[in-house]
């Protein structure tokens, strides 16, 4: 497995196989449940600017961003992965949850979406913009199943700010968080990989430019828990 974002999307897809069953556990403890606040928070910002009827969760992993957008209560939610195993332990939450009336979760690539052009009021994606092999490609995808005037919604890892905190940060990111990965995942380079590409992932105003240059416009960000995670929002106008 090479340590870099741009690892093929073929690694990135064995790697989520490998880590698929243990990925929800591993999300709540190295984060300490704040995965779940930054998607929360992220729905409920949404909810005051959009009403969704078609939403599009893109590397949806295992369906936890799809069932929180569920509460923004539209007709469907689709959600698109390229690692069947993700989509599998999210299959299974569905049933549980009884949401597979409304959410639909399917395999394919980020890169070449299945979709026609502007089928959804909504495409969203948390934390996985980062491991697209290519970020521009996947965004220009995004943009092309987006209707005229829909809302795309991005949630990102990014280096928080100041410095102490960042330095504890890096401490706990770098050294600790791969070690708890390992040891309970089992996957030796799955959550080295993490650190790494987050760190190698561009500041908020290089990716507000790349957001606009794939045809989004009006794009805002908002930090969350001390800059950790980085949430974008951006609208698709065609003249
Ligand atoms: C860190 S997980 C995030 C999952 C989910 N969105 C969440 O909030 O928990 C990243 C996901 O991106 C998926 N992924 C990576 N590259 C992809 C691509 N090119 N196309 C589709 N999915 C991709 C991985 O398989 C993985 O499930």
Same mark, same amino acid.
Do not use: Q, W
């Given at each position: 497995m090479k340590d870099t974002p741009d690892a093929n999307n073929k690694e990135v897809e064995s790697m989520f196989d490998s880590i698929a069953k243990h990925y929800d556990f591993l999300n709540r403890l190295l984060s300490f449940g704040a995965d779940i606040y930054w998607r929360r928070k992220a729905i409920r910002i949404i909810s005051e600017y959009l009403k969704p009827t078609y939403i599009l969760d893109v590397a949806c992993g295992t369906g936890d961003f799809s069932i929180e957008a569920a509460k923004l209560n539209p007709v469907k939610i689709t959600g698109i992965d390229i690692s069947e195993k993700m989509l599998d332990t999210g299959r299974d939450k569905l049933s549980k949850k009884g949401l597979? *009336?409304?959410? +639909?979760?399917? &395999? !394919? %690539?980020?890169e070449n979406l299945p979709f026609d052009d502007k089928q959804f009021d909504l495409v969203m994606c948390a934390f996985g913009v980062r491991n697209f092999g290519d970020r521009m490609k996947g965004l220009k995808e995004m943009s092309r199943v987006l209707k005229n005037g829909g809302m795309v919604m991005i949630l990102e890892f990014t280096k928080p700010a100041g410095k102490i905190f960042g330095k504890i940060y890096e401490l706990y990111f770098f050294r600790i968080l791969p070690l708890v990965g390992k040891m309970i995942s089992g996957d030796p380079s799955a959550y080295k990989y993490l650190p #790494?590409? /987050?760190y190698?992932?561009?500041? #908020? #105003? %290089?990716? /507000? &430019?790349?957001?606009? +240059?794939? !045809?989004? =416009? %009006?794009? *805002?960000?908002? =930090?969350?828990? &001390? !800059?950790? /995670?980085?949430?974008y929002r951006g609208l698709k106008i065609e003249q």
């Open positions: 597979t *009336h409304k959410i +639909e979760l399917l &395999r !394919g %690539d980020s #790494e590409s /987050v190698n992932f561009p500041p #908020e #105003e %290089d990716f /507000v &430019r790349m957001m606009n +240059e794939a !045809g989004f =416009s %009006d794009i *805002h960000y908002t =930090s969350f828990t &001390r !800059g950790i /995670v980085t949430f």
